[in-house]
T-cell receptor, first 113, second 114 residues
């Protein structure tokens, strides 16, 4: 099966940089996704990594190390609207028809003034 | 507008009263999935479908049924709801296959079973 770990909560200051870590164990790794979810709303896609390295997308970047089973999401120039839960999800080619996403429990980020 | 829709958005019901939550997508996606989200447990997959008439169990299928008679629709059926099925439910869809195929989520259905 899969096991995904990420911190439960983090707090950061507006304008700062925050890094949210995610570690995972899976048999048939086929990509890692980061989603943002505001309270009571649907998750929305942020980033995708399947090869090692850094993917940059505006204020958001995501890093992957497959050998370490590790990823992080980097948020720069934090804004109050970035206060949300950030979900790490791993796709496993061996389960769920190859499209299944297994989610971590999410990291609740609070951005303060 | 490309989207996944769910109905109803909110539902309060009583134990044992059959209910159906509808899900529809307009992106011609092959893959559809149902999740439930509970505090401290994250999103857990209930059922998924790889295409019309092809469905399979996810991690927490007990007490649920699904059907996929048309590509765009993937209803979730609770034949005899119980209080432990009180949760926030999300439907999602994506093109089938790997690569940069993100799952698109519906707006969610908050279900309370009394």
């Amino acid at each position: 099966g899969q096991n995904i770990d990420q911190p439960t909560e983090m707090t950061a200051t507006e304008g700062a940089i925050v890094q949210i870590n995610c570690t995972y164990q899976t048999s048939g790794f086929n990509g890692l996704f980061w989603y943002q979810q505001h309270a009571g709303e649907a998750p929305t896609f942020l980033s995708y990594n399947v090869l090692d390295g850094l993917e940059e997308k505006g204020r958001f970047s995501s890093f992957l190390s497959r050998s370490k089973g590790y990823s992080y999401l980097l948020l720069k120039e934090l804004q109050m609207k970035d206060s949300a839960s950030y979900l790490c999800a791993v796709r496993d080619i061996l389960t769920g028809g190859g499209n299944k996403l297994t989610f971590g429990t999410g990291t609740q980020l609070k951005v303060e003034l | 507008e490309a989207q996944v829709t769910q109905n109803p958005r909110y539902l309060i019901t009583v134990t044992g009263k059959k209910l159906t939550v509808t899900c529809s997508q307009n992106m011609n996606h092959e893959y559809m999935s149902w999740y439930r989200q509970d505090p401290g447990l994250g999103l857990r997959q209930i059922y998924y479908s790889m295409n019309v008439e092809v469905t399979d169990k996810g991690d927490v299928p007990e007490g649920y049924k699904v059907s996929r008679k048309e590509k765009r629709n993937f209803p979730l059926i609770l034949e005899s709801p119980s209080p432990n099925q009180t949760s926030l439910y999300f439907c999602a869809s994506s093109p089938f296959g790997g690569g940069y195929n993100e799952q698109f989520f519906g707006p969610g259905t908050r279900l309370t079973v009394l």
